[in-house]
């Protein structure tokens, strides 16, 4: 039997996740994160996938526009290149929900 991985970046509700500096400004991140505002990724969930052509060179440019979490309430919509996000694994996934949770307590 043949089988065929999915793109799980394409998936409309996929956790995916991004550098800081690439979902907000350089100084936001900078101020948030310190010396890790480069290194730092933040987590988000897909809302929609774009896939554009270019009349002039006959390119097609991936886009993922997807919802991040900052914390502490801060989200942020952000549209980006496909080669820019990266799927969470799901061992990634619960040690954010548990540093979520420790960050409430």
């Not at 793109?7 to 100084?27: L, N, Y």
């Not at 942020?76 to 949770?101: D, F």
């Amino acid at each position: 039997m043949l089988t065929v991985d999915v793109d799980q970046r394409r998936i409309v509700g996929a956790r995916v996740k991004a550098k800081a500096v690439h979902v907000t400004s350089e100084s936001e991140a900078a101020r948030r994160y310190g010396q890790l505002s480069k290194t730092k990724m933040v987590f988000g969930t897909v809302l929609s996938v774009d896939t554009a052509v270019n009349p002039t060179t006959n390119r097609s440019t991936t886009t993922v526009v997807a919802e991040y979490d900052f914390g502490g309430g801060v989200t942020k919509r952000k549209s980006l290149n496909i080669r820019s996000v990266h799927v969470v694994a799901p061992e990634e996934e619960n040690q954010q929900s548990r540093a979520q949770w420790n960050q409430q307590r």
